[in-house]
């Protein structure tokens, strides 16, 4: 069955600390994942997506088929990065499978 | 572009009545969206996929004849929550499909917080 795990509840860092917010992954076929981002009091947004391989606000995130992870990572932390982090699986090409998120939170 | 708006974006109701919830493609238009439903402090779970004119495909568990979903337009789903108990509360957040920068993308909208009481 697919599966995505977020071992991580809460990840504190100091401003400027490098981040790594950690994602694994169980699926059987060819596997599409993605992250979003939920920051405090708004909708949950694509932060990025592992098929176009592109930075977003510093973030970036490599595909590892043989460690089934997708690791999200950032070299320097800034405060507005504080928000709610999902790693998730496309299955099918349709629907989303949901980790189960990681409030990420840096401090000044 | 690509918004996706919700409507009520909270309802309070009595067990026993029944509560729709309407999702909107507000500048696109929208053959797939799609439920989901967030417990406190847990991830967003797939209730449902909903193709325009056509019935919707409900995930394992998930009971279609409590949770009816109508997506009669190409920007309109709604989802009726028929019988509402109190473990029917939660946070629905719908998602409407689109292709942005040559990719399919899902958009969300802001979320319904329903309490049964």
């Known amino acids: 069955a697919q599966r995505v795990t977020q071992p991580e509840k809460l990840l504190s860092v100091f401003k400027g600390a490098p981040v790594e917010l950690k994602c694994n992954y169980s699926?059987?076929?060819?596997?599409?994942l993605f992250w979003y981002v939920q920051y405090s009091r708004q909708r949950l947004q694509l932060l990025l997506r592992?098929?176009s391989r592109e930075s977003i606000k510093g973030f970036t995130a490599d595909l590892n088929k043989g460690e089934t992870s997708f690791h999200l990572k950032k070299p320097f932390a800034q405060e507005e990065d504080s928000a709610m982090y999902y790693c998730?699986?496309?299955?099918?090409?349709?629907?989303?499978?949901f980790g189960a998120g990681t409030i990420l939170r840096v401090k000044s | 572009g690509a918004v996706v708006s919700q409507h009520p974006s909270w309802v309070i109701c009595k067990s026993g009545t029944s509560v729709k919830i309407e999702c909107r493609s507000l500048d696109f238009q929208a053959t797939t969206m799609f439920w989901y439903r967030q417990f406190p402090k847990q991830s967003l779970m797939l209730m449902a996929t909903s193709n325009e004119g056509s019935k919707a495909t409900y995930e394992q568990g998930v009971e279609k004849d409590k949770f009816l979903i109508n997506h009669a337009s190409l920007t309109l789903s709604t989802l009726t929550v028929t019988s509402a108990h109190p473990e029917d509360s939660s946070f629905y957040i719908c998602s409407a499909r689109a292709l942005a920068g040559g990719y399919n993308e899902q958009f969300f909208g802001p979320g319904t917080r329903l309490t049964v009481l």
């Open positions: 592992h098929i």
């Open positions: 998730a699986l496309s299955v099918g090409g349709n629907k989303l499978v």
């Open positions: 699926y059987s076929g060819s596997p599409e």
